[in-house]
């Protein structure tokens, strides 16, 4: 397996200075609750005037938007203090499992839809069904892939928060595609039509006209655009070498190799340049346009848009998005008190405030996406529910809960294609054997 990551951290470096002010503001959000509901890394000793819920919350937006909540949580719910504990999200699941193993482990914990299952082999996560069968919560308002994805052996472990139908936003400088005579990017473009673009902008090395990116949500996308797939729905096959997957892999690979649109393939820095105007358009979550619209000193005009039409006249979607699991400690002390913070935040009303709170995408129910609120701030929620009328597509993960191993092994030998350490033919060969070779291994 190739284990050499790859990475083009000096493109256009001297940009990404002046950029990285301005996202920082872009991440900017109402006043936050008080310091004392806020720890670093650890549990806190109950209050003596009732319970408290330790939420072991990703550090950043989310978490600023969490705390800009705590007051109002605490006025709706006499009795109950809830506690922030910030962890920076590139090491949150590790501390979380620390906590775990020292028997200090909180009441709540952050998921995703493809840590689930290891969630749950880590014991940080407690079954939910009874809580939502005693308190008639209402489940039926949440897309049914997500709440697939947070299901194990017929358990929910989680309730949603926030979500998206994966990297099928489209961020474009519009006033380079008019400056180069492009057509600007729209609803109805296709695949062919980002690459006429990308080429007709693109002046190396400075200005870029895409930037691809990679990843566990990005790359099922591109497969699903020309009808591919990473596996199968059971989790058991990869299917990486497959016709489809292979056309999706080809047009990665000449974007680099063959159009020179894109330097790397590898989605580095690319928030920083686009905010640099170096950037024709690249693809990601809805989250950065509650960012991006917190930025007030734009050079340049941007807009979104949906993923492009492949050459059989699909989209790619996967469903993405984070929730919120009450851990087994909480479980048995505190079940009630703790599913009352996973309600407060899996409203329809959370689920569009957050967004104007600049805490990323909204809640993954229609009734968020269609409400009149968030037309205002984008019409990004309207295009996309319209180009897919159905819903976000599955998640797909490894039925031996190997996720994170998977992800590892498709992404180093697809970062060997792309930076030629290995001829295209052999490297999709390759990346297809040792996929399923974890595929294959035990469960976790």
Same mark, same amino acid.
Request: with cysteine; proline share 6%.
């Given at each position: 397996?190739?284990?050499?990551?790859?990475?083009?951290?000096?493109?256009?470096?001297?940009?990404?200075?002046?950029?990285?002010?301005?996202?920082?503001?872009?991440?900017?959000?109402?006043?936050?609750?008080?310091?004392?509901?806020?720890?670093?890394?650890?549990?806190?000793?109950?209050?003596?005037?009732?319970?408290?819920?330790?939420?072991? /919350?990703?550090?950043?937006?989310?978490?600023?938007?969490?705390?800009?909540?705590?007051?109002?949580?605490?006025?709706?719910?006499?009795?109950?203090?809830?506690?922030?504990?910030?962890?920076?999200?590139?090491?949150?699941?590790?501390?979380?499992?620390?906590?775990?193993?020292?028997?200090?482990?909180?009441?709540?914990?952050?998921?995703?839809?493809?840590?689930?299952?290891?969630?749950?082999?880590?014991?940080?996560?407690?079954?939910?069904?009874? =809580?939502?069968?005693? *308190?008639?919560?209402?489940?039926?308002?949440?897309?049914?892939?997500?709440?697939?994805?947070?299901?194990?052996?017929?358990?929910?472990?989680?309730?949603?928060?926030?979500?998206?139908?994966?990297?099928?936003?489209?961020?474009?400088?519009?006033?380079?595609?008019?400056?180069?005579?492009?057509?600007?990017?729209?609803?109805?473009?296709?695949?062919?039509?980002?690459?006429?673009?990308?080429?007709?902008?693109?002046?190396?090395?400075?200005?870029?006209?895409?930037?691809?990116?990679?990843?566990?949500?990005?790359?099922?996308?591109?497969?699903?655009?020309?009808?591919?797939?990473?596996?199968?729905? /059971?989790?058991?096959?990869?299917?990486?070498?497959?016709?489809?997957?292979?056309?999706?892999?080809?047009?990665?690979?000449?974007?680099?190799?063959?159009?020179?649109?894109?330097?790397?393939?590898?989605?580095?820095?690319?928030?920083?340049?686009?905010?640099?105007?170096?950037?024709?358009?690249?693809? *990601?979550?809805?989250?950065?346009?509650?960012?991006?619209?917190?930025?007030?000193?734009?050079?340049?005009?941007?807009?979104?848009?949906?993923?492009? =039409?492949?050459?059989?006249?699909?989209?790619?979607?996967?469903?993405?998005?984070?929730?919120?699991?009450?851990?087994?400690?909480?479980?048995?002390?505190?079940?009630?008190?703790?599913?009352?913070?996973?309600?407060?935040?899996?409203?329809?009303?959370?689920?569009?405030?957050?967004?104007?709170?600049?805490?990323?995408?909204?809640?993954?129910?229609?009734?968020?996406?269609?409400?009149?609120?968030?037309?205002?701030?984008?019409?990004?929620?309207?295009?996309?529910?319209?180009?897919?009328?159905?819903?976000?597509?599955?998640?797909?993960?490894?039925?031996?809960?190997?996720?994170?191993?998977?992800?590892?092994?498709?992404?180093?030998?697809?970062?060997?294609?792309?930076?030629?350490?290995?001829?295209?033919?052999?490297?999709?060969?390759?990346?297809?054997?040792?996929?399923?070779?974890?595929?294959?291994?035990?469960?976790?």
């Amino acid at each position: 397996m190739f284990d050499k990551k790859f990475s083009r951290r000096q493109f256009l470096a001297g940009s990404s200075t002046v950029a990285a002010g301005m996202l920082l503001a872009a991440c900017a959000v109402p006043a936050a609750a008080p310091a004392a509901n806020t720890t670093s890394g650890g549990a806190a000793a109950p209050s003596a005037e009732g319970t408290t819920i330790i939420f072991h /919350d990703r550090l950043g937006s989310h978490a600023d938007w969490h705390k800009a909540r705590v007051a109002l949580f605490e006025e709706q719910n006499p009795g109950i203090k809830l506690q922030i504990d910030e962890l920076d999200g590139a090491e949150m699941f590790a501390k979380i499992y620390a906590l775990a193993a020292g028997g200090n482990l909180g009441d709540i914990v952050w998921t995703y839809l493809n840590t689930v299952p290891e969630h749950v082999r880590k014991g940080v996560v407690a079954p939910h069904d009874d =809580l939502v069968a005693s *308190t008639g919560f209402d489940k039926s308002v949440f897309w049914p892939a997500i709440l697939k994805a947070l299901t194990v052996d017929g358990k929910l472990y989680a309730i949603p928060n926030h979500g998206h139908f994966g990297t099928v936003v489209y961020y474009f400088n519009k006033d380079l595609y008019e400056a180069a005579g492009a057509t600007v990017p729209n609803p109805d473009w296709k695949s062919d039509d980002l690459v006429d673009g990308a080429k007709k902008i693109t002046k190396a090395p400075d200005t870029w006209g895409f930037r691809a990116q990679q990843g566990s949500e990005h790359t099922p996308s591109y497969m699903r655009m020309f009808g591919g797939e990473l596996m199968n729905e /059971d989790g058991t096959k990869c299917l990486l070498g497959e016709e489809k997957s292979i056309q999706a892999l080809k047009w990665l690979y000449d974007l680099k190799e063959t159009h020179k649109v894109d330097p790397c393939i590898c989605g580095d820095q690319y928030r920083e340049n686009f905010v640099a105007g170096k950037v024709g358009a690249f693809n *990601t979550t809805p989250g950065l346009v509650a960012e991006f619209s917190k930025v007030k000193d734009w050079k340049f005009k941007w807009d979104v848009t949906v993923a492009p =039409l492949g050459p059989e006249g699909t989209r790619g979607s996967q469903v993405s998005g984070g929730a919120f699991g009450m851990t087994p400690p909480a479980a048995s002390k505190h079940p009630a008190e703790t599913f009352k913070v996973l309600q407060f935040f899996s409203t329809k009303e959370d689920g569009v405030e957050h967004v104007f709170g600049g805490a990323g995408s909204p809640g993954p129910r229609d009734d968020v996406w269609d409400d009149p609120k968030l037309a205002t701030f984008s019409h990004i929620y309207g295009t996309i529910r319209k180009a897919y009328p159905e819903g976000p597509r599955p998640w797909y993960r490894p039925a031996n809960a190997r996720s994170s191993e998977f992800d590892d092994v498709m992404l180093n030998n697809l970062q060997a294609i792309w930076t030629g350490e290995i001829g295209f033919d052999a490297g999709v060969e390759q990346v297809q054997k040792l996929c399923q070779e974890v595929l294959d291994k035990d469960h976790l």
